[in-house]
């Protein structure tokens, strides 16, 4: 019985890895972007997006939080919005857009 109990505990932890990798990616792609870059596509401020995505990291790097409760969505939500919205529009402003 122990090791039926044991994969929905794999399954949580997999997908915190997921969450975790994907607001590191974020973070790590909002730092290295222009501050003037943020504000051109009206979205917020580079120092607004990266303390979310920090706060975000935070949480999910707190023991015992699982990313299935409601300060984990939060957190995986920040991240989603970045990475769908904010930054598709940062990258286009910065490269041109593609043809």
Do not use: N
Request: hydrophobic letters at 60%; proline letters at 6%.
């Amino acid at each position: 019985m122990g090791g039926v109990m044991g994969i929905p505990v794999l399954i949580l932890w997999a997908l915190k890895l997921c969450a975790l990798g994907m607001t590191a990616f974020a973070l790590v792609h909002a730092i290295r972007q222009r501050p003037d870059a943020f504000t051109a596509v009206d979205k917020l401020t580079k120092p607004v997006w990266v303390g979310i995505l920090v706060v975000s990291m935070l949480v999910l790097l707190i023991p015992g939080t699982s990313v299935v409760g409601l300060l984990g969505i939060a957190a995986v939500v920040a991240s989603g919005v970045y990475l769908a919205d904010v930054r598709p529009k940062v990258d286009e402003i910065q490269r041109g857009p593609r043809w």
